[in-house]
């Protein structure tokens, strides 16, 4: 069942189309990376399905509520914007006790919830110093905690690490790892090892288009290369560029790419080179220092997607 | 419930953040100086060199004396703190992003407004009594007695005049972007008040006519000025409204 569904989603600010025909599925239990660069409408879809900004055109559904429904999707979602900000008067656990409150929470439970939130993002020691002067990592755990006090069907989370050192990176991320199977995590970013290293789903938006949506597993399949890159000792340079010539001429070699000892070969069938290019650089005594398939990792996919997208535009 | 939770809310902050203090020492310090000024005021002017031809000139201070001196320096200060205090209620929660992180909560945004004219509305509401108090006791001390009743009353009605402000100033803070403005539109108002306020058949409809009859409570006391009481009611609503009108459009 889909936590988050939308249709058409339409975004504009005055000539600027910032979210343009969003159709998106988000699988419900699953942590969805939305990806895109900087200003590619990841922000402004999160404030639209959060009930923060409306619609120009489309429609939206997110835990069973549509958008616009009085207000009933707050009821169900959490929130943690890019930069969350606090009553700096307030100590967390007077905030997380408010959060309570407005959720309607009875007086017990509150404060069960406050305290074991306060754990769970390591800040029950400093449960009652003032906000005013946290750190930017403890803000941002102090975000992520009152984004839960509702025990959300879907919670957003707008680049919740990009601000943070990287130890307050680790720390949040192993946060949000810990939500998987609780609730729907919607997590926008533009850094993409993040979004390798917890998300299930991936969505990658450019330009305010969705231009590839997929499991991390399959879109990482879907992009492989057919591709080997072999390497040999730099003494060895000679050899090594006669062997590269010889390959160029063989009907399952499609291109190869040599820079000093180094060559990228790209070839037609994975399955029969495996075999094929190991026995060709044996009979040509290469002493070998590497030899790999290429994997691609979600930055190359990231990057030739935005690439191609932005060449399709122009 | 989520009422009951927004307005604790913005009274706790209107005591952490020291403004609700800041009230009390100042209105209390009139209200307690008020009957003072009023007593003394021939011996202070004797006191400034060539001062005291003029002192022997000034008639014995009576209690109207008390009272008009209450009534002017508590309704101009606290019409400034007015201001002051509200022009920052709504826009500095937007410009900050607590209003994002409230607002995405299950709290309606009328709640979110109407709570904190609620909060500034009980500050000005406890410094107005405790400054009265105070200057009730001065005067009783340096005069006599004033009948509580009316002493109350002519609180009252520097309340509902500071509340015309606060609810301006509040619909200011939820139109503008920036502090700057909204304090505009307080100023703004009390200027364009003060201007139509200079034709005598409207003076007696606008809110300043509230503190007239305070001012009047005590020497003319059948004189009732009801029509300015309704007029000043009905800008409050008005400006809700307005504010509310204009929030839920707003995009966070």
């Not at chain 1, 029950?124 to 906000?131: P, S, W």
């Not at chain 1, 390959?247 to 060559?263: G, K, Q, T």
């Not at chain 2, 509902?160 to 503008?176: E, F, K, P, R």
Request: charged share 15%; net charge neutral.
């Amino acid at each position: 069942m889909a936590a988050i569904t939308t249709h058409d989603l339409v975004k504009v600010y005055g000539k600027v189309r910032a979210v343009d025909g969003l159709n998106l599925t988000v699988a419900e239990g699953t942590i969805f990376g939305f990806l895109g660069p900087n200003g590619a409408g990841k922000t402004t879809t999160i404030r639209m399905l959060t009930g923060m900004a409306s619609p120009s055109a489309g429609s939206a559904q997110v835990a069973g509520v549509d958008l616009g429904a009085d207000g009933q999707v707050r009821q169900k979602i959490g929130y943690l914007p890019e930069e969350p900000a606090f009553y700096t008067w307030m100590n967390p656990l007077e905030y997380l006790e408010y959060v309570g409150r407005l959720f309607g929470l009875p007086a017990k439970q509150r404060r069960q919830r406050a305290r074991d939130l306060l754990e769970r993002v390591d800040l029950a020691q400093v449960a009652k110093r003032r906000i005013g002067g946290f750190s930017r990592g403890m803000r941002q755990r102090l975000g992520l905690a009152q984004a839960l006090v509702n025990q959300p069907v879907v919670l957003f989370l707008d680049e919740p690490v990009s601000a943070l050192d990287p130890a307050g990176r680790k720390e949040v991320l192993d946060l949000i790892e810990g939500l998987r199977g609780q609730c729907t995590v919607f997590m926008s970013t533009h850094i993409l090892a993040d979004v390798e290293r917890v998300c299930d789903t991936v969505g990658i938006i450019d330009q305010g288009k969705l231009i590839e949506e997929a499991n991390q597993v399959e879109l990482l399949g879907r992009y492989t290369v057919p591709a080997f890159v072999v390497e040999c000792e730099p003494e060895a340079q000679a050899p090594f560029q006669a062997w590269t010539e010889r390959l160029r001429s063989l009907p399952w070699v499609v291109s190869v790419n040599v820079e000093n000892s180094s060559a990228r070969v790209v070839v037609r069938d994975l399955r029969q080179a495996r075999l094929a290019l190991l026995e060709e650089a044996t009979a040509a005594h290469l002493p070998l220092r590497r030899y790999e398939v290429v994997t691609p990792s979600l930055e190359d996919v990231f990057l030739r997607l935005v690439g191609n997208h932005k060449e399709g535009q122009a | 419930m989520r009422w009951a939770a927004a307005i604790r809310k913005e009274i706790m902050e209107q005591w952490r953040t020291s403004r609700l203090l800041v009230l009390l020492v100042v209105l209390g310090f009139f209200g307690m100086a008020s009957p003072l000024m009023a007593k003394f005021m021939p011996e202070l002017i004797a006191f400034v060199p060539g001062g005291e031809q003029f002192a022997m000139l000034i008639p014995t201070p009576t209690i109207q004396d008390a009272f008009v001196q209450y009534v002017k320096n508590t309704s101009q200060f606290a019409v400034l703190l007015a201001i002051f205090l509200s022009m920052g209620a709504v826009v500095q929660e937007k410009e900050r992003g607590t209003a994002v992180m409230m607002l995405s909560k299950p709290l309606e945004r009328g709640t979110f407004l109407l709570s904190k004219f609620v909060a500034i509305a009980f500050s000005f509401l406890v410094s107005l009594l405790v400054a009265g108090v105070l200057g009730y006791y001065y005067t009783v001390f340096l005069f006599q007695a004033p009948d509580a009743g009316q002493w109350l009353a002519l609180n009252l009605l520097i309340w509902l005049y500071c509340l015309v402000y606060i609810a301006i100033t509040l619909l200011g803070s939820t139109l503008a972007r920036s502090q700057a403005v909204a304090v505009g539109v307080g100023f703004g108002a009390l200027l364009v008040l003060a201007l139509f306020g200079s034709f005598p058949a409207v003076n007696v409809y606008l809110p300043a006519q509230l503190i007239t009859w305070s001012g009047e409570l005590f020497s003319h006391p059948g004189v009732q000025y009801w029509s300015s009481v309704w007029i000043s009611l009905g800008i409050i609503v008005a400006c809700l409204l307005a504010a509310w009108l204009s929030f839920r459009k707003q995009e966070l």
